[in-house]
């Protein structure tokens, strides 16, 4: 299947573009710059799509993100400390993101006919992200299906989006991912900073996946408090 995949740069999306690299057709990757707070993921997306030999493409959209606001991602807002799953993460909710980039790349994708959009949202993102739970992904299937009709037919792949973390670490050893190579912090600085949410959901998926992991983090050990608080918190 001829199939394009959403990239940020991040571990998840990098990890999907060298799984699809390895079992479909990959035309190439399109990222998206909506004016996020750093564009160092970008470089990371593009650098993953040299080691895959294929097309990167970054769609300009800081306008339309430039409207998206409230959001620490995009706003001049503290990214907040702690376990990606706790109340306090959802200042990282940008929205309508993932709708608006997947109607872009659907566009993308039938003009150049290609079969698929594969995107890399998991079970971990349901808790803050509406747009990455499956009754999302199966809406904006159906969706595009009619907005498509008669002109082209392409199909939404999110294999993650009922798996967790741990197992996107997993499936990306199996198909080769150099870690290091990705860019997850959402404060991007010169190193992760281990701290924010997604600096700490991405410590923990190693540790659960019983993986290496070869990220440099400023504090490499404040994921295992940040961790243990929130499965207290949870408790109560």
Known sequence: MKTIVVCSGGLDSVSLAHRIAGEQELLGLVSFDYGQR????????????????VPHQVVDMRTIGGELSGSALTDDVDVPDGHYAEETMRITVVPNRNAIMLAVAFGIAAARQAEAIAIAVHGGDHFIYP???????????????????????????????????????????????????????????????????????RREAFHLAGINDPTDYEDADFWKAATEGFRAEEVR
């Open 131 to 201: 747009d990455c739970r499956p009754g999302f992904i199966n809406a904006f299937q159906t969706m595009q299906d009619h907005a498509l009709d008669g002109y082209a037919s392409v199909k939404l792949l999110a294999p993650y989006v009922n798996g967790s973390k741990a197992e996107i670490v997993a499936d990306g050893a199996r198909h080769g991912v150099p870690f290091a190579e990705t860019w997850s912090c959402y404060k991007g600085g010169v190193r992760h900073c281990g701290r924010c949410g997604t600096c700490v959901e």
């Open 38 to 53: 750093h564009r160092k993921e970008l470089d990371f997306a593009a650098a993953c799509a040299g080691r895959l030999g």
